[in-house]
């Protein structure tokens, strides 16, 4: 069994889809396909409830309107037979009824994840459409019957093994299933999500849970480039990674992998691919748990960072402080990203400020704090930069004229992390390509 996940470009037009359905029945291997939503389609369901929950009716119907103007051009596009089109117009009434109705309903956390649904549902019903109208023969496997997260919000593996196979085992006569990326039950039984970003999630969970061959990413991108592409001019693919390297760049801000996706993939050494859709022909990305080759490989940025320092000359050094510190994040469960201390204070990154105020009271009682928000964390990723002699050394020739508020080295042999001021995030990933890898 592979696994094969296409993102929002990869479906986002016909001619896309058409090659999607080339590219899965190349050969005979029974394949689970994940499908996004079209293009762009999440931000407008996003948009549209952003509307609803100010209680603005007008712009959300305008917005519902532009977005089945999109559908329905779409469906013309895709299928030629007149059966087969007034059912994938039915498939879009039926949706675009859904959020018309919403419309007259008052707006909840539990119907946005509805409103957010509905991009997976659609692209994977019309997809199928298409094949049938190919002769292709497939099965639509809907994700709400096996994903699941449990109440911290983590993806249930055992769960979704379970069911999943279960499901497979009952179509054993099947060679293609279809399924929705992202969307998820969650342990109240509502339809909830995996993130911006987590149909790379579902794709690795199924290739867990199913014990795959490959789990392979098709993309808009050969693989992932050894610096931001939308950012950086001159970037290139990088041929191999390992686990951890792919797993550090995708949570430190390589937008091409959902940051947390690796992690299923990795448990059962499934290697994961990422490929281009519109050049599939191109080696891409390989990640699988060996390295490949020594020295730094890549760096990525992560945004919106919080930066909290806590000042105590008193009690800094008294063992349990640090717990007691670290206490406060976790009753808030905010995650910290990065650590640094000194004899005097202590400094920690958070990317959530949800509880912001909360854990800074909490905070108060150990010294004084100082809160910078708008910090970026840029992240030098590669294997044993450890051992790599002159990295560090190159990396802050590289970088002289950016100040730089943080730095966490030696954490894991792959990775260096520093803190800039978000003001001075592109220049310091344009320094980084010429000085570390002469780009
Ligand atoms: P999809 O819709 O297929 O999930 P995404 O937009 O989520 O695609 O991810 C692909 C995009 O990630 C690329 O178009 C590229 O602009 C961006 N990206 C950011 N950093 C990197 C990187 N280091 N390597 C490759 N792509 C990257
Ligand atoms: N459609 C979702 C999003 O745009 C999930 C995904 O594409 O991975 O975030
Ligand atoms: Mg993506």
């Known amino acids: 069994m592979k696994v094969m996940k296409f993102g929002g470009t ?94 007259r309903i008052s707006f909840s956390d539990a119907l946005y994840k509805d409103i957010l649904a509905q991009g997976e549902l659609m692209s994977t019903k019309l997809f199928c459409v298409y094949l049938e109208e190919q002769g292709i023969d497939h099965l639509l496997l809907p994700a709400l019957e096996f994903m699941s997260i449990d109440a911290n919000e983590e993806p249930n593996l055992p769960a979704i093994k379970t069911k999943l196979n279960a499901l497979l085992q009952h179509h054993s006569d099947k060679k293609l299933f279809i399924t929705q990326g992202y969307i998820c039950k969650n342990a109240r039984g509502e339809v909830d999500n995996l993130k911006r970003g987590g149909s790379d999630y579902t794709a690795s969970l199924i290739a867990a849970a199913a014990k795959a061959s490959v789990c392979e990413i098709w993309t808009d991108i050969d693989g992932m480039h050894n610096n931001d592409p939308r950012i950086v001019d001159k970037t290139v693919a990088i041929e191999q990674l390992s686990f951890e390297e792919a797993a550090e760049l995708a949570y430190f801000g390589a937008k091409i992998l959902h940051p947390t996706c690796i992690w299923p993939a990795q448990q059962e050494n499934v290697p994961v691919k990422l490929l281009n859709t519109m050049q599939p022909d191109a080696p891409g990305t390989t990640i699988t748990k ?65 509880f912001l105020n909360d854990i800074i009271r909490e905070l108060e009682p150990f010294g004084t704090t100082e809160v910078d928000k708008n910090q970026t964390i840029i992240s030098i990723v590669g294997n044993e930069i450890e051992s790599t002699n002159d990295v560090m050394k190159r990396l802050f020739d590289a970088i002289e004229e950016i100040p730089v508020r943080m730095v966490s080295y030696g954490g894991s042999p792959h990775n260096v992390s520093l803190l800039v001021d978000g003001q001075y995030k592109t220049k310091t990933l344009q320094l980084l390509n010429k000085g570390l890898f002469g780009l």
């Open 10 to 103: 990869s479906v986002g037009k016909p001619e896309r889809m058409r090659q999607v359905s080339e590219l899965i029945t190349k050969d005979d291997e029974p394949t689970i396909t994940v499908l996004s939503a079209l293009s762009g389609t999440t931000n407008s369901l996003v948009e549209i409830s952003t509307h609803l929950s100010q209680s603005d009716r007008v712009s959300a119907k305008a917005s519902i309107d532009k977005l089945e103007a999109h559908y329905r051009k779409f469906v013309s596009e895709l299928v030629n037979g007149e059966a087969l089109q007034a059912k994938a117009n039915s498939i879009v009434t039926e949706h675009f009824e859904f959020l018309n109705i919403i419309l």
């Open 290 to 354: 060996e390295a490949g080759s020594v020295g730094v490989k890549a760096v990525a940025a992560k945004d919106g960072i919080i930066a909290i320092k806590i000042k105590s000359s008193r009690m800094l050094l008294a063992y349990g402080f640090l717990r007691k510190v670290f206490e406060v994040f976790e009753k808030y469960k905010t995650s910290i990203d990065m650590v640094t201390t000194s004899e005097v204070a202590v400094s920690v990154t958070i990317d959530n400020d949800t």
